[in-house]
Every structure is written in structure tokens, then in C-alpha cells.
């Protein structure tokens, strides 16, 4: 009997307590300042060195370039870079490999989707995802 009152009047405190339930998708959440989300890709920064798709564990990045039209320029300039998000794991590896900050993550985490097939990502799509990128990189 004892044990049926204790729990009894923990159940009448927090049915009077501070309510935790979050209205999501009406109300945006604020994640952490250190939050890894989706990436974000600045293809003008990009110099092709490939090192985010190797250091990659999940092998999602592919990476291709090419050779500029100018012969005066060297090095290569990017042609594609897609990311499948339906294996990616958001491990942050590929943003401290890369030497000139091209890939940044962001804050954004939605990714929900019906197909798997929108979770292929390319180049064009990742640019435009700039929405809460962080403000600083280690």
C-alpha cells in the first residue's frame, strides 16, 4: 500500500510540473551551437583534393574534377560532388579534413523524405543549404 502512495503522489507532481513536450513543427528547435547537421558546400572554395571522400567511413561523397579550360590555371576544378544522406552518418570528418573550409556543417538536421532516392544530393543542393551554418570551424 505504502509503495502504490509514493507512486501515486509523484504522478499528482508532475502532472502539476513545468510541461516538457516541444510543439516541433510548429515551434523551429534551437540546437546546440556544436549541433552536426547537413552539410554545407562552397563550391568556389573546393580544390578538388579529394580528401573528404577518402577520410569518409561510410565511402558517401563522390567527388570528380576536371581540368580548366584556361591552360593557365592549375590544379582542377570541380565537376561534381554529391553526398548520399541515406548511409551518411554527419561524423563531421569530411569538414576538418578539408584545407579550405569548402565543406562547413550547418544546423539544419531536416531530411525526412518518402523515396530513398531524395536523399542523393549534388553539388547545387548543398550550396543552397546555408541555412544555420556554423559560425565557427576547429
Not at 79 to 88: A, K, Q, R, S
Not at 104 to 132: G, I, Q, Y
Amino acid at each position: 500500500m505504502l509503495g502504490l502512495a509514493k507512486g501515486l503522489s509523484y504522478t499528482l507532481k508532475t502532472l502539476v510540473g513545468k510541461k516538457v513536450t516541444l510543439k516541433y513543427p510548429d515551434e523551429p528547435i534551437i540546437m546546440p551551437d556544436r549541433f552536426r547537421g547537413i552539410q554545407h558546400f562552397d563550391p568556389e572554395k573546393c580544390i578538388v583534393c579529394n580528401q573528404c571522400a577518402r577520410i569518409c567511413p561510410t565511402q558517401c561523397i563522390d567527388l570528380t574534377g576536371k581540368k580548366p579550360d584556361d591552360p593557365e590555371k592549375k590544379g582542377k576544378v570541380i565537376n561534381t560532388y554529391d553526398i548520399n544522406f541515406e548511409i551518411c552518418i554527419l561524423c563531421d570528418l569530411c569538414t576538418e579534413v578539408c584545407p579550405t573550409e569548402a565543406i562547413v556543417m550547418t544546423n539544419n538536421f531536416e531530411l525526412a523524405s518518402f523515396s530513398r532516392d531524395e536523399l542523393f544530393k549534388d553539388m547545387k543542393w548543398l550550396h543552397e543549404n546555408n541555412t544555420n551554418v556554423r559560425k565557427e570551424q576547429h
